[in-house]
């Protein structure tokens, strides 16, 4: 267990400095701070896109944004900028002082030496050695267990009565930490612990936390740490197909110590999950709430590809990530010193009407949905992307060939988190069940 001094100073530099520049900006109007830091404007952040869409980047005291996608597209492939390691806002001297007073059982998948909070070269080469993983051959392999998982899990539904259940609860999360457990050796009776340590995590991920919020993420995470410490050593002992088995296998100068082997475990296992259920969340509240593009899916079996791409566009699962500038540079026209920081507004640049014709309208027939930036581009372009598209387009089939008179029945429940968009309960009522 962390000391609370230790806690405390390590929230303070990762979060607490954070939070009150990002509170006092947001006191004084500033769109970009409402945005990180409140939950209301979150839960709803469009109309605060739309604000300010007028500028390439808006310039901020605390940090500067985009929802311009043809800038968001260039700082994201953009050798003039790195991730910060996670604390793009801090200045290097006190990021370091985080390094040292930070617990390494408690470091999330946004701090080192996670892939997300990684520059080349040390990313490149970790980059390498995971994404044997997630080959288009791979993926395609998965192809099969994924339609099996969820037919099992409709099964299920079917059996227990079926008329009423959470999408979430017993089908959205389900399917996609079956598959990622798969993916990291992970066995079945371990399923519910994984999701109930994800839901606790999964907020670490947000910028300006609170001590509570922090200290309740970092208990989770280091459960997580501890357990997937001793799951490596097991995988040592007995290897299996998977890509953990893999990594922990390799020897000599490429072998990765236990803490990158964790950071591994931890980013692939949360990234595979907290993302994906909500986008088949968010496609099936959306297709509820326009009935005439639901018409649409259900009539074009081979639609389904396109309406996970819509979805990703109008209702990002990721909504923000953020980039640092490591030397002076120009980008949308504005000089950037080394040391700023950029919140790259993916739900924004998705909805940017230089590239998406009336981008606020839901449209599953949209022919360029598939040019959004909601899996982020450039070197930290999702790993998972092939298999989040399979997942998604598989659950989505499946459903509704199961339940095709389908409804939400009632209000829906998002999730708190401010970066990860999506709900935590949706109630789904049900007529009939077609019979597969
Ligand atoms: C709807 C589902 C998903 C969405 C929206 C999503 C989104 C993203 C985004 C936006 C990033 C980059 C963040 C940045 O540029 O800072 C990312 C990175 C990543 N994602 Fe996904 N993701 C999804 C599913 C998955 C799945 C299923 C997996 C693995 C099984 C996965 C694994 C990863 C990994 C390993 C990275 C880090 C790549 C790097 O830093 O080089 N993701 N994802």
Redesign the pocket.
Known sequence: MTSVPRAAAAWTLAHGIQRAGLKYAARKGQVTAQLAIDPVTMADPFAAYERLRGSTIDRGPVVNATVDHATANQI?RSDDFGTGAGKAELPRPLQKLFDLVADPYTLSPVDPPS??ATDPPE?TAH?KL?SGAFTARKVMRLNERVEEVASELLDKIVAEGGSTFDLVDRYAARL?VAV?AE?LGIPDDEHDQLLAWGNRAAVTLDPGLTFRQYRSAADALREMHHWFEAHVERLRRKPGEDLLSGLAQMTGDDAMSPLELRAVGL??LG??FE??VN?IGNAVVDLSAHPDQRAMALEEPDRWGNVVEEV?RWD???QL?MRAVVRDTEVGGEQLRAGEAVLVL?GGANRDPKVFENPARFDVTRANADQHL???AG??F????S??RLE?TTALRLLYNRFPDLEVAGTPVRRGTRVLRGYEHVPISTRASVAT
């Open positions: 994201l892939l997300l990313h980059r995971v996609p990622i993916l980013l692939v990234a595979g993302t994906t986008l990703l990002s699962p990721v990530t993916l909601a899996f982020s070197a930290h999702c790993l998972g992307a298999l989040a998604a």
